[in-house]
């Protein structure tokens, strides 16, 4: 069974940093992408950043930058390390796994985190 397990988050002063984690159990496709997510309170969930197996990273245009996604392959964590953070940021961050690569991610396929909440004070 696929589990996805967040912790991390908190609230943090604009300016500041904070890591998400996500420890990733089961998955067990050959190729496959592994993201980090945000909906704010009114707003569509976005996708933040994610990387593939083969090493690809992909942040969108707000985050490049101040975040850095990465994977610990050893331990099958997701990490994401967020520098420099607006309140903007604020949001319920998810990870998701979903089959894929080459740029192409299934994410309507994929299996997510139960959520951490990001609150930046100003």
């Known amino acids: 069974q696929v589990q996805l397990v967040q912790s991390g988050g908190g609230s943090v002063q604009a300016g500041g940093s904070l890591t998400l984690s996500c420890a990733v159990a089961?998955?067990?496709?050959?190729?496959?992408?592994l993201g980090w997510f945000r909906q704010a309170p009114g707003k569509e969930r976005e996708r933040v950043a994610h990387?593939?197996?083969?090493?690809?990273?992909w942040y969108t245009g707000s985050v490049q930058g101040r975040f850095t996604i990465s994977h610990d392959a050893a331990q099958n964590t997701l990490y994401l390390h967020m520098t420099s953070l607006y309140s903007e940021d604020t949001a319920t961050y998810y990870c998701?796994?979903?089959?894929?690569?080459?740029?192409?991610?299934?994410?309507?396929?994929?299996?997510w985190g139960q959520g951490t909440q990001v609150t930046v004070s100003s």
């Open positions: 998701a796994a979903a089959p894929g690569g080459g740029g192409y991610c299934s994410w309507s396929r994929g299996v």
């Open positions: 089961g998955y067990s496709e050959n190729k496959y992408c």
């Open positions: 990387i593939e197996t083969t090493g690809y990273h």
